[in-house]
């Protein structure tokens, strides 16, 4: 990140009466002198010496004529005071509730400079707060947990996942997605890109990785590899900074061809066929809630990786070898990859079988 982080915790607030009493300890001035030479009372410039009472802005200009020190060195030591008060404050009620942190992936967001590489409880909170864009933990359950969801997501019923590493996730890429440069969202180009996008399937990531963000941002689609944070099970996400800019973000949490592309295709779908108002992101399994949805970006990504009626006169040959993989995905113009992990998700063949043919890489390492 471009902002250096620094630490929040101040170590004490210093009000602006101690410096007004050095200046007056230089000038060998009485606090009732000054007081006689600004006309104000001498109860006044004692409170204000003590911390008791504020330095407004007409004590500047009247500090300014007296003492030759200009207002705004005046009023910019009473804002930093007044400042650095409230923070300590601050730093108690962070504190107070520090053990929220914890359930956050603290590791990973200070990996990729979302977060300060410190300890202090204090500064973890602050800055968490700030990149989740809420002011307390209080705001952050309205925002993030309130009744309507955040997102509408497939959750895998093996490894349960973090809601708030998947949140942290999700913010990482809408923050990422807002420092790129991409056209607005243009639907029937996008399709049209999708469409073709299935001959890089056979492409190796080099190849592929660069021209599938440049042709997707120019749809007005902003295409993240973004390694997924611990605790979080999503293999892909679909959410919108505005209504022209569509985020698709992938974790490539597989790391196999099949797996990469089904998502990338789901998430398109996303794009394409629904609303921009919600946040999709695609694990393994269906909520009830959203199953229409999920069925539909399943179905479009399958339909466009493979047609159906292709694919079931493929099955019904009763494929059993690698060679016959590589012969179909050849006529289909797709990776022998994608075929496999479609004869395993359908348990035509068991998970061992024709793993070779599976190409495995990870965009997240070099592209984060």
Same mark, same amino acid.
């Given at each position: 990140?471009?902002?250096?982080?620094?630490?929040?915790?101040?170590?004490?607030?210093?009000?602006?009466?101690?410096?007004?009493?050095?200046?007056?300890?230089?000038?060998?001035?009485?606090?009732?002198?000054?007081?006689?030479?600004?006309?104000?009372?001498?109860?006044?410039?004692?409170?204000?010496?003590?911390?008791?009472?504020?330095?407004?802005?007409?004590?500047?200009?009247?500090?300014?004529?007296?003492?030759?020190?200009?207002?705004?060195?005046?009023?910019?030591?009473?804002?930093?005071?007044?400042?650095?008060?409230?923070?300590?404050?601050?730093?108690?009620?962070?504190?107070?509730?520090?053990?929220?942190?914890?359930?956050?992936?603290?590791?990973?967001?200070?990996?990729?400079?979302?977060?300060?590489?410190?300890?202090?409880?204090? @500064?973890?909170?602050?800055?968490?707060?700030?990149?989740?864009?809420?002011?307390?933990?209080?705001?952050?359950?309205?925002?993030?947990?309130?009744?309507?969801?955040?997102?509408?997501?497939?959750?895998?019923?093996?490894?349960?996942?973090?809601?708030?590493? @998947?949140?942290?996730?999700?913010?990482?890429?809408?923050?990422?997605?807002?420092?790129?440069?991409?056209?607005?969202?243009?639907?029937?180009? #996008?399709? @049209?890109?999708?469409?073709?996008?299935?001959?890089?399937?056979?492409?190796?990531?080099?190849?592929?990785?660069?021209?599938?963000?440049?042709?997707?941002?120019?749809?007005?689609?902003?295409?993240?590899?973004?390694?997924?944070?611990?605790?979080?099970?999503?293999?892909?996400?679909?959410?919108?900074?505005?209504?022209?800019?569509?985020?698709?973000?992938?974790?490539?949490?597989?790391?196999?061809?099949?797996?990469?592309?089904?998502?990338? #295709?789901?998430?398109?779908?996303?794009?394409?066929?629904?609303?921009?108002?919600?946040?999709?992101?695609?694990?393994?399994?269906?909520?009830?809630? @959203?199953?229409?949805?999920?069925?539909?970006?399943?179905?479009?990504?399958?339909?466009?990786?493979?047609?159906?009626?292709?694919?079931?006169?493929?099955?019904?040959?009763?494929?059993?070898?690698?060679?016959?993989?590589?012969?179909?995905?050849?006529?289909?113009?797709?990776?022998?990859?994608?075929?496999?992990?479609?004869?395993?998700?359908?348990?035509?063949?068991?998970?061992?079988?024709?793993?070779?043919?599976?190409?495995? #890489?990870?965009?997240?390492?070099?592209?984060?």
């Amino acid at each position: 990140m471009a902002e250096a982080l620094r630490e929040f915790r101040p170590l004490y607030a210093v009000p602006p009466g101690e410096t007004l009493q050095e200046f007056l300890d230089e000038r060998d001035m009485s606090q009732s002198e000054l007081a006689r030479r600004m006309g104000r009372p001498f109860k006044t410039i004692n409170e204000i010496i003590n911390g008791k009472a504020a330095i407004m802005p007409e004590t500047a200009i009247q500090l300014e004529r007296v003492l030759g020190v200009p207002a705004n060195f005046w009023t910019n030591l009473e804002r930093q005071y007044r400042e650095d008060q409230a923070r300590v404050r601050e730093v108690e009620v962070l504190e107070r509730d520090s053990g929220w942190i914890e359930l956050f992936p603290l590791r990973d967001l200070k990996r990729t400079g979302h977060l300060p590489d410190t300890r202090d409880k204090a @500064t973890l909170h602050h800055y968490l707060l700030r990149f989740l864009g809420v002011a307390s933990k209080g705001a952050w359950e309205k925002v993030w947990t309130a009744s309507e969801p955040l997102a509408t997501f497939r959750q895998s019923p093996k490894l349960a996942a973090s809601w708030e590493s @998947t949140v942290a996730w999700i913010r990482a890429g809408v923050l990422e997605a807002s420092r790129v440069d991409a056209r607005p969202f243009d639907k029937n180009r #996008f399709l @049209t890109f999708v469409r073709s996008a299935r001959s890089m399937t056979r492409q190796d990531p080099e190849e592929f990785a660069g021209p599938l963000v440049t042709a997707s941002r120019d749809c007005g689609v902003v295409v993240l590899f973004l390694r997924p944070f611990q605790g979080v099970r999503a293999s892909g996400a679909t959410h919108w900074t505005n209504p022209s800019r569509a985020v698709i973000q992938l974790s490539n949490r597989y790391k196999t061809d099949d797996h990469f592309w089904f998502s990338f #295709f789901h998430e398109a779908a996303h794009v394409c066929l629904h609303g921009h108002k919600d946040v999709f992101i695609e694990e393994e399994d269906v909520r009830s809630a @959203t199953e229409q949805r999920e069925r539909e970006a399943n179905e479009f990504a399958s339909e466009l990786l493979i047609p159906q009626d292709e694919w079931e006169e493929f099955k019904a040959g009763h494929p059993s070898t690698n060679t016959a993989v590589v012969q179909f995905a050849a006529r289909m113009g797709v990776s022998p990859g994608i075929v496999v992990g479609r004869l395993q998700q359908e348990r035509v063949w068991p998970r061992t079988q024709g793993n070779g043919l599976r190409r495995r #890489f990870d965009l997240s390492e070099g592209l984060e």
